[in-house]
């Protein structure tokens, strides 16, 4: 069983419409990272949370700690939201990396 | 811009052709690391360094060398290219060992080895 699971593996959506990507982790964090890879593209870096709720423009980033669980969400998604989601952990030495998860937002 | 920049972005290899990829980041970041990303799995540490001349293993550094002669620059190598070693390859870094700060990473380099 990976450490990082993110579901699901793959969304679509039509414009408009909210979005939520979920990440489960079994080892002990001190942050967790939501980074987002465009196709093609590099890996930019969305959040780091280690408690609570961050919010950027459309996103939203929550997690519980103590469920070990995080969620992002995206609301009024549109088509440049498209995308591979990655959830990534901070565990004791290394960071632990998700296996993504592909957004098709459709017009 | 500041950031990470990865050259090259695109290279074929013959099996046993040695390469460099080269990493360069302004931002004055202590951390740098090297990740493959394979389809169907998270991203893997190679090798990552925690300064200017230091470099430590990762979870997958066979078949790889580095060198951090200088703190802006992270080179991979490989030194007899494999097909095992077709990835897509980042490089990212850090302003501290934790990610306090977060990560940057750079736009890959995809290597296709035959």
């Known amino acids: 069983k990976n450490e990082v699971e993110q579901s699901p593996q793959n969304l679509t959506a039509q414009e408009g419409e909210f979005i939520t990507i979920n990440c489960s982790y079994s080892?002990?964090?001190?942050?967790l990272h939501w980074l987002q890879q465009h196709p093609g593209g590099g890996i930019v870096s969305l959040f780091m949370?280690?408690?609570g709720k961050k919010k950027h423009g459309r996103l939203i980033a929550t997690i519980n700690i103590q469920e070990k669980h995080s969620s992002l969400h995206i609301t009024a998604s549109h088509p440049r939201d498209s995308a591979v989601y990655i959830c990534?952990?901070?565990?004791?030495?290394?960071?632990?990396f998700g296996t993504g998860t592909r957004l098709q937002v459709f017009p | 811009n500041a950031g990470v920049t990865q050259t090259p972005k695109f290279r074929v290899l013959k099996t046993g052709q040695s390469m460099t990829l080269l990493c360069a980041q302004d931002?004055?970041?202590?951390?740098m690391y090297w990740y493959r990303q394979d389809p169907g799995m998270g991203l893997r540490l190679i090798h990552y360094?925690?300064?200017?001349?230091?470099?430590a293993k990762g979870e997958v550094p066979d078949g790889y060398n580095v060198s951090r002669l200088k703190k802006q620059n992270f080179l991979l190598g490989l030194e007899s290219a494999a097909p095992s070693q077709t990835s897509v390859y980042f490089c990212?870094?850090?302003?501290?060992?934790?990610?306090?700060?977060?990560?940057?990473f750079g736009s890959g380099t995809r290597l296709t080895v035959v």
């Open positions: 360094s925690v300064g200017e001349g230091t470099t």
């Open positions: 990212a870094s850090s302003l501290s060992g934790q990610g306090t700060y977060g990560y940057t």
């Open positions: 931002m004055n970041h202590e951390y």
């Open positions: 949370l280690s408690s």
């Open positions: 990534a952990v901070k565990g004791v030495d290394k960071l632990i």
């Open positions: 080892v002990g964090i001190s942050a």
